[in-house]
């Protein structure tokens, strides 16, 4: 089992920059790929980045070139660096977690997911 908890979310103008974090419990978070998911109000939730359990990244063409993800395997946690926000970056993003380490763009391969944190960009 894998609790997963997101932080870093806020509410931030057009061009700054957020980091989101998400912590993860238990022992076997190297292994795992880690993705972040995100989902706007009256959309379905869509992929925005993963990275895998040997760290090669994947990333939605709506966010590549500004955001990138990456892992700290000591801390259990994994980060989304968020540049050149966007008001359509305005959703709440969730973490999720793979057990088969292949860093997958549906949401459906993902075992655990967090409970999300509000990202707002006004214009």
């Known amino acids: 089992q894998v609790q997963l908890v997101e932080s870093g979310g806020g509410l931030v103008q057009a061009g700054d920059s957020l980091r989101l974090s998400c912590a993860a419990s238990?022992?076997?978070?190297?292994?795992?790929?880690m993705g972040w998911f995100r989902q706007a109000p009256g959309k379905e939730r869509e992929f925005a980045a993963t990275i895998t359990w040997n760290s090669n990244t994947r990333y939605a063409d709506s966010v590549k070139g500004r955001f990138t993800i990456s892992r700290d395997n000591a801390k259990n946690t994994v980060y989304l660096q968020m540049n050149n926000l966007k008001p359509e970056d305005t959703a709440v993003y969730y973490c999720a977690a793979d057990a088969y380490g292949l860093g997958a763009t549906m949401g459906d391969a993902y075992d655990y997911w967090g409970q999300g944190t509000q990202v707002t960009v006004s214009s």
């Open positions: 238990g022992r076997a978070f190297s292994n795992y790929a």
